[in-house]
């Protein structure tokens, strides 16, 4: 399981940009383990990115099956930390992704799904509450 740095906590344009490395790093324990809660805690409801991880570790997991690989590397991330007409904080991510393969018993292949092999953009959109960073909407960027 992930620890969130302590820098991560801080509102400044440094503690976003290493909440994003560990909001990544969440996603990739979700496919690692099946286990989305804690992205959950650290995400909002209006996430699109969020939404779409959910449903395909949900699926992956189901029954006996499992995620071999969809590992993201976070290749960089930058934020101007400029507080927008929302009340939210920006943080753009190059990232890449691993190709996923959904295992079942047996180790049977069902499905290949190649990842991200470009490097993609994201946006994080994050707000800060209290003494912790949100994801309140993540999108990628076309």
């Not at 989305?36 to 209006?46: A, F, N, Q, R």
């Not at 943080?91 to 991200?116: F, K, S, T």
Request: aromatic share 12%; hydrophobic share 35%; with cysteine.
């Amino acid at each position: 399981m992930p620890v969130m740095p302590e820098l991560a906590k801080e509102k400044s344009k440094e503690g976003l940009e290493a909440f994003a490395e560990y909001w990544y790093s969440l996603i990739n324990y979700g496919f690692e383990t099946g286990n989305t809660e804690p992205t959950k805690e650290t995400s909002g409801s209006d996430c699109v990115v969020c939404r779409s991880f959910y449903r395909m570790v949900n699926n992956g997991y189901a029954d006996d099956d499992w995620i071999v690989g969809g590992k993201i590397e976070l290749v960089t991330n930058h934020s101007d930390f400029i507080l927008t007409a929302d009340g939210l904080y920006q943080v753009l991510a190059n990232i890449q992704q691993d190709e996923l393969q959904y295992r079942g018993p047996a180790n049977v292949l069902y499905e290949v799904d190649d990842g991200i092999r470009d490097i993609t953009v994201q946006m994080i959109e994050a707000s800060y509450l209290g003494d912790r960073w949100q994801a309140t909407r993540v999108v990628t960027m076309k």
